[in-house]
């Protein structure tokens, strides 16, 4: 997402700071505009109640704690709640970094407790139907072009390949679509994977992905030069593939599968930790290929595969 693409508030304070996501912290134009919509969002309800615009410097713990009760009374999740105090938060941490307020009025501020979900994720034989749909899909559409019907099988090989490649290396979505050729190393298997706030990261990548990429790229006109996309949008195009490309023919797949349709492409990475860990991964090493900068981000999946180890015990212990 581009930062024309972003509307930005009026004001300079909100103005630079979105401008330094952007430019110096490389956020995803998905926290770019979290955050200029919690921004706005706040401002339009001090307005409203003030009939003035907030004066970000001289702003109260009390105007927010205020804030935090409207939103409170309003029929949305404590996650939305969160989310909106999270970009507070870090526009907060700008001002200060800037001289501009010398300390957060949000500091201390308590928040409504956020329940612990845990992630969603496919079992084993699961993950197998989902990354075999899309070739089962186009063999029952090559089955038409015998009545006429043109078929290409680029887009199909494609997308049994990126379903490969996540869930083989746990990438994000964001992640795949943005994989280039010189980030993919087929005789070592490895990938250079740019993460969130543009941390490089290597992964390793299974031989069937390997197999499926290379599938992929002899079917398509795919010239290997420096900055081309992996998966391109179309046989001949010159693009990636864009997320939401991928999210719709997941749907389709999942279908297929016989699968819960609203199932992200984010379970496959989850799945992709979750099997690890249940195949005797150890924690730290499946937080360094998920890229997550702190670990107690990855330590929610350990309740996944605690499950397995009760199941593992009361089975095998005598005085289970």
């Given at each position: 997402m581009s930062q024309s693409s972003i509307s930005i508030p009026d004001d300079p304070e909100t103005a630079?700071?979105?401008?330094?996501?952007?430019?110096?912290?490389?956020?995803?134009g998905y926290t770019r505009r979290n955050y200029a919509q919690a921004l706005r969002e706040f401002s339009?309800?001090?307005?409203?109640?003030?009939?003035?615009?907030p004066a970000w410097k001289t702003l109260s713990r009390d105007d927010f704690r205020l804030y935090l009760r409207w939103l409170g009374r309003r029929d949305i999740s404590r996650a939305s709640v969160q989310l909106r105090f999270s970009g507070l938060r870090t526009f907060y941490r700008f001002l200060m970094r800037q001289g501009v307020v010398d300390e957060s009025p949000i500091r201390s501020l308590s928040m409504p407790l956020q329940p612990k979900r845990l992630p969603r994720?496919?079992?084993?034989?699961?993950?197998?139907?989902?990354?075999?749909?899309?070739?089962?899909?186009?063999?029952?559409?090559?089955?038409?072009?015998?009545?006429?019907v043109s078929v290409d099988d680029s887009d199909f090989l494609r997308d049994a390949a990126m379903l490969e490649v996540i869930y083989s290396a746990g990438l994000r979505i964001s992640e795949v679509c943005g994989l280039r050729v010189e980030e993919v190393d087929i005789e070592e298997r490895l990938l250079r994977v740019r993460g969130k706030g543009k941390k490089e990261r290597q992964v390793p990548l299974g031989r069937p992905a390997v197999a499926k990429l290379q599938e992929y790229w002899s079917a398509v006109v795919h010239p290997r030069i420096l900055g081309l996309p992996v998966f391109l949008a179309g046989r001949n195009g010159l693009h990636a593939v864009a997320p939401l490309t991928l999210q719709i023919r997941l749907k389709r797949y999942l279908a297929i599968a016989g699968l819960d349709p609203e199932i992200t492409p984010h379970k496959l990475r989850h799945s992709f930790a979750t099997h690890l860990l249940n195949r005797g991964a150890d924690l730290r090493s499946v937080q360094e290929l998920l890229g997550h900068a702190h670990l107690k981000?990855?330590?929610?999946?350990?309740?996944?595969s605690m499950d397995r180890l009760k199941k593992v015990y009361d089975s095998a212990h005598p005085r289970a």
């Open positions: 630079a700071f979105l401008r330094h996501l952007a430019l110096d912290r490389g956020a995803s339009g309800w001090y307005q409203g109640i003030r009939q003035a615009v994720f496919l079992t084993e034989p699961q993950a197998i139907d989902l990354l075999g749909a899309p070739l089962r899909e186009f063999q029952r559409v090559r089955e038409l072009s015998e009545n006429g981000t990855t330590e929610v999946y350990t309740h996944v």
